[in-house]
């Protein structure tokens, strides 16, 4: 079992900046953010394996995903934020599981909000 916690959402206006950070308790070889505005479904924001990463398109360019050393704590630097950014983004992590399959871990959510 993984917990994972969050910090560093908040208010900020357009074209600003936000760092969102993650710490999981555990051992993972995948960690990255999704997002779910009102209504909507939880779509990918960024995520990273191995090094390598991956960004919906909607954040390609403004978006930076990074990860620490130890492979416990990622980090979403956001900037050029816009309103449509405004969201609950949640912190996703993965283990393995037996054979070919893998856990999902999620976190409590943290507020971002881009005010016009």
């Known amino acids: 079992q993984v917990q994972l916690v969050e910090s560093g959402g908040g208010l900020v206006q357009t074209g600003g900046s936000l760092r969102l950070s993650c710490t999981a308790s555990g051992r993972v070889f995948s960690m990255g953010w999704y997002r779910q505005a009102p209504g909507k479904q939880r779509d990918l924001v960024a995520t990273?394996?191995?090094?390598?990463?991956n960004y919906g398109d909607s954040v390609k360019g403004r978006f930076t995903i990074s990860i620490d050393s130890a492979k416990t704590t990622a980090y979403l630097e956001m900037n050029s934020l816009k309103p449509e950014d405004t969201a609950v983004y949640y912190c996703?992590?993965?283990?393995?599981?037996?054979?070919?399959?893998?856990?999902?871990?999620w976190g409590q959510g943290t507020q971002v909000t881009v005010s016009s």
């Open positions: 990273i394996s191995d090094n390598m990463t």
């Open positions: 996703n992590a993965k283990t393995y599981g037996p054979g070919v399959t893998y856990y999902n871990y």
